[in-house]
T-cell receptor, first 113, second 115 residues
Framework: GENVEQHPSTLSVQEGDSAVIKCTYSDSASNYFPWYKQELGKGPQLIIDIRSNVGEKKDQRIAVTLNKTAKHFSLHITETQPEDSAVYFCAALRGDSSYKLIFGSGTRLLVRP | NAGVTQTPKFRILKIGQSMTLQCTQDMNHNYMYWYRQDPGMGLKLIYYSVGAGITDKGEVPNGYNVSRSTTEDFPLRLELAAPSQTSVYFC??????????????FGEGSRLTVL
């Protein structure tokens, strides 16, 4: 089955700096890659996603890149702010009928004021 | 619009007890999921459902059961609670995950402790 590995497990950056979180997946049939943000005591919320027919997608300060050949994708946050502090999860979904969204182990991001 | 509602938010169980975590959604989503989240770990899929009357196993189904008699409700049952089932449980729902954004809408979680 699908396996998603996520690095780093923790990341501390100064406010205004950029943050990059990387994920690799094992199943070449995966074709949908979302990123979720989880704030303390809450459920995860989708922040950006990308499908396998696209190499990069941006939404204001957040961008995701996908390299299908290498089977890895990354989340980039620019001009980080304290409210970006949270746990971030990547995930991968197979395009077949299984519809199992498999998550990485999460990255705890701390943005220091 | 309530979204996905889980109950209870907190529960302490003794080893061997049984309980049901309730989940309901009001977005008319066909797809529903149960995940567990252990400290320092990601979300592990327990069971999921693609519509009323249809359920399937995820990554970690052992020790759990589900049913889907209606589109709105997707309860998760623990039959013989074990300490290994101490975790935070999240229910989620979505439209067809391969269409549109594929976004999962999560509930706020149910923290279960088995002693």
């Amino acid at each position: 089955g699908e396996n998603v590995e996520q690095h780093p497990s923790t990341l501390s950056v100064q406010e205004g700096d950029s943050a990059v979180i990387k994920c690799t997946y094992s199943d070449s049939a995966s074709n949908y890659f979302p990123w979720y943000k989880q704030e303390l005591g809450k459920g995860p919320q989708l922040i950006i996603d990308i499908r396998s027919n696209v190499g990069e997608k941006k939404d204001q300060r957040i961008a995701v890149t996908l390299n299908k050949t290498a089977k890895h994708f990354s989340l980039h946050i620019t001009e980080t702010q304290p409210e970006d502090s949270a746990v971030y999860f990547c995930a991968a979904l197979r395009g077949d009928s299984s519809y199992k969204l498999i998550f990485g182990s999460g990255t705890r991001l701390l943005v220091r004021p | 619009n309530a979204g996905v509602t889980q109950t209870p938010k907190f529960r302490i169980l003794k080893i061997g007890q049984s309980m049901t975590l309730q989940c309901t959604q009001d977005m008319n989503h066909n797809y529903m999921y149960w995940y567990r989240q252990d400290p320092g770990m990601g979300l592990k899929l327990i069971y999921y459902s693609v519509g009323a009357g249809i359920t399937d196993k995820g990554e970690v189904p052992n020790g759990y059961n589900v049913s889907r008699s209606t589109t709105e409700d997707f309860p998760l049952r623990l039959e013989l609670a074990a300490p290994s089932q101490t975790s935070v449980y999240f229910c989620a729902s979505s439209r067809h995950p391969a269409v549109g954004t594929g976004e999962l809408f999560f509930g706020e979680g149910s923290r279960l402790t088995v002693l």
